[in-house]
């Protein structure tokens, strides 16, 4: 069956005080509406619509790669307000799902599990039972135990009070009577507002059967309005992503010190320390093993590869067998072909460095071709930048280069060639030449040594 998903995302999200509209606040590095939106994007034959209101426009641009229908609430009225404002737009037959923008770690699977119960004289609501209702609207039953009603807290009895089973906002109904349904809902409650969930009681008057779907957590339909509640769930889906990890061969040091911040894909046997940061997209191969407080971003890393503590690794390619760390600095661009090693305390930046090649301490490499077997001296630097453009080194295989020389780009430093320790290298140096270009060492007899005055 074709469904519309509609995704509310109006609120103003006061308790949150801050500028930032409250649904692209993040969980897990990713904004809360961009995580419903991509699991509502998993459903088959969909249609999104977003409703936006407060700071509509932050979330429509933040949002505008999902191609999803922007429906505007500038004056939120409720959820079935909301939903009335869409109604133009929803297909005729079909159904219509309708989630929320700060409800983040909703599953597919539950979302699944709904669209197959759908029919067009079914209505399917998520419910959950909590020790503690408070808050939330109570779902009410007949004696034959079918749903007939939800009602709101604030409009609840005394005896409904006592309920334990409690509506999650979630729900898809049938659009051939969503549309009749919408347009018979009143504001005549405490809050003076539309809402969504009045539905209930209008389906079971004409018919229309209600069953009820459970998601496998509470904090699957768990929604966020301030930070506190924010951070709750990021430790949650921290948690999730770390037993993932373990399930699939991943051995976690201190499965409650790391952060996914993106998307993490780790081969058999990886080994992460702890207090580790990973962002965007990383891809961990098989038997990797990274140190403590590593932060790693837009990044793939070949097997075998040891990535030593407090390293950094941002948008940057890492073969496989190579040796990284520990506080070493891998910048955007960089690729390191198998078995390279760059040691503490080292920079890279654009710079592709060849198969065995090692830097070992205290250097920065930009800008730079470097090939096989290549020996870099401690403090060697390249001298890319002269304060306007950026320049290419070159050096190609079995180079070694002395400590503390200096690179000053654009440079070649052809196969077999070696460099003195201490150089400043302006020019080219040939296949196999040994190059030096220091001031020659001067030795005084008898030097006074300076006193103070």
């Not at 072909?337 to 250097?363: M, Y």
């Not at 077997?373 to 320049?391: E, F, L, R, S």
């Amino acid at each position: 069956m074709t469904q519309d998903i509609v995704i509310l995302a109006a609120g103003k999200g006061s308790r949150m005080k801050s500028a930032l509209s409250k649904v692209l606040h993040k969980v897990g590095g990713v904004a809360m509406v961009r995580r419903v939106l991509a699991t509502a994007n998993t459903l088959a034959d969909s249609k999104l619509h977003l409703v936006v209101g407060h700071q509509g426009e932050q979330v429509e641009a933040n949002c505008q790669d999902f191609s999803a229908n922007i429906v505007w609430q500038n004056d939120p009225q409720g959820t079935g307000d909301a939903l009335r404002r869409v109604a133009p737009f929803l297909q005729a037959d079909g159904a219509t799902l309708t989630l929320y923008g700060d409800v983040p770690l909703i599953r597919a699977s539950t979302l699944e599990k709904m669209t197959s119960l759908s029919t067009s004289n079914t209505l399917v609501l998520l419910t959950i039972s909590l020790d503690n209702p408070t808050g939330y609207g109570r779902i009410v039953r007949n004696e034959q135990g079918k749903v007939i009603a939800i009602v709101e807290q604030k409009d609840a009895s005394e005896s409904q009070l006592a309920i334990k089973e409690v509506n999650t906002g979630i729900l898809l109904a049938p659009n051939n009577h969503l549309q009749g349904w919408l347009a018979a809902l009143t504001n005549n409650n405490a809050q003076g507002e539309y809402y969504l969930t009045d539905i209930i009681a209008m389906a079971a008057r004409d018919g229309v059967d209600i069953v009820t779907v459970n998601p496998e957590n509470e904090a699957e339909v768990a929604g966020v309005n301030d930070r506190v509640q924010l951070a709750a769930l990021e430790r949650e889906l921290q948690s999730q992503q770390a037993i993932s990890l373990m399930q699939n061969g991943a051995t976690l040091l201190d499965p409650s010190r790391i952060d996914i911040r993106g998307e993490l894909i780790t081969g058999q046997d990886v080994i992460i320390d702890v207090n580790c940061i990973f962002e965007g997209k990383v891809v961990l191969g098989t038997g990797v093993e990274v140190g403590a407080n590593c932060h790693l971003k837009n990044c793939t890393v070949g097997d075998n590869t040891i990535i030593k503590s407090n390293t950094l690794i941002e948008e940057s390619e890492v073969g496989e067998d190579c040796d990284i760390g520990p506080f070493a600095r891998l910048r955007p661009g960089t690729q390191l072909a198998n078995k390279a090693k760059i040691g503490n305390f080292v920079e890279t930046k654009k710079a592709r460095i060849g198969e065995g090649s090692k830097v070992n301490h205290l250097s920065y490499i930009g800008d730079t071709e470097m090939g096989a077997n290549v020996n870099v001296g401690a403090g060697t630097i390249t001298c890319n930048y002269d304060g306007v453009n950026k320049h290419l080194t070159q050096v190609a295989d079995n180079v070694f280069i002395g400590s503390n020389t200096s690179l000053v780009a654009p440079v070649q430093v052809a196969e077999g060639a070696t460099i003195a320790a201490g150089s400043t290298i302006t020019k080219q140096v040939g296949e196999k030449q040994l190059a030096f270009a220091r001031a020659r060492q001067t030795n005084k007899d008898n030097w006074p040594r300076p006193t103070k005055k």
